[in-house]
């Protein structure tokens, strides 16, 4: 069975530019999450979907990041414009609605 | 969402048992209790959950206290490719994982 995907793996950009992340969750997987995952820090929730719909985006910074899940299956994530602070690693994991979540490797993201 | 307690750090001589210990006082009482690892580099890893009674797999066996407030993850012989940072949380059904810092642990050959 095929992991979570995400690409790219590194991304280096300078601040106020912008940047877009992609996740593929494992087939079949209904509910899917974006994480972001600090130096030094465990994992913190950015937004939530099931199927195409969001769950949970109470802790997304809405002014300069935004998410989709189109036709219930990828997903991108975008910052604009980004800041020195956004420098993280950004997970993606996926689950079936169980209590097992599958993370794929994440986007190492660099802003300068 | 369960506040977790782990110790910062842990060293273990391979081969050895590993106990890897979690406070969880807060608890509600339908979440579980889920460990996962992270290995450097990688996304975190699902290691187990359980409810109330204790709970075993292939990769390690977690021990939670009668009253919930504590757990712990067994690792039965620890392997130089078991160092990580090993998270331990909870929530129930597909609630969004709630990580603190976790306890890295570092095996010794």
């Given at each position: 069975?095929a992991g ?8 280096i ?10 996740c593929?969750p494992i ?13 030094g820090?465990?994992?913190k ?7 195409n ?7 997304l910074?809405?002014?300069r ?15 604009q ?5 956004d420098?993280?690693v ?9 209590a097992?979540q ?11 | 969402?369960a506040?977790?307690t782990q110790p910062n750090?842990?060293e273990s ?12 006082s807060?608890?509600?009482g339908t979440d579980y209790?889920h460990?996962?690892r992270?290995?450097?580099?990688q996304?975190p ?5 359980g ?5 075993n797999?292939r ?6 206290a ?28 597909n ?7 976790g306890t890295?642990l570092?095996?010794?050959?």
């Amino acid at each position: 069975e095929a992991g979570v995907a995400q690409s790219p793996r590194y991304k280096i950009i300078e601040k106020r530019q912008s940047v877009a992340f992609w996740c593929n969750p494992i087939s079949g997987h209904a509910t899917l999450y974006w994480y972001q995952q600090i130096l030094g820090q465990g994992p913190k929730l950015l937004i939530q979907f099931q199927n195409n719909g969001v769950v949970d985006d109470s802790q997304l910074p809405k002014d300069r990041f935004s998410a989709e899940r189109l036709k219930g299956v990828d997903s991108t994530l975008k910052i604009q414009p980004a800041k020195l602070e956004d420098s993280a690693v950004y997970l993606c994991a996926s689950s079936l609605g169980g209590a097992q979540q599958y993370f794929g490797p994440g986007t190492r993201l660099t802003v300068t | 969402d369960a506040k977790t307690t782990q110790p910062n750090s842990m060293e273990s001589n391979e081969e050895e048992p590993v106990h890897l210990p979690c406070n969880h006082s807060t608890i509600s009482g339908t979440d579980y209790i889920h460990w996962y690892r992270q290995l450097p580099s990688q996304g975190p890893e699902y290691v187990i959950h359980g409810l109330t009674s204790n709970v075993n797999n292939r990769m390690a066996s977690l021990a939670i206290a009668e009253d919930r407030k504590s757990s712990t993850l067994i690792l039965h012989r620890a392997t130089l490719r078991d160092a990580a940072v090993y998270y331990c949380t909870g929530g129930e059904g597909n609630t969004p994982l709630v990580f603190g810092k976790g306890t890295r642990l570092s095996v010794i050959a």
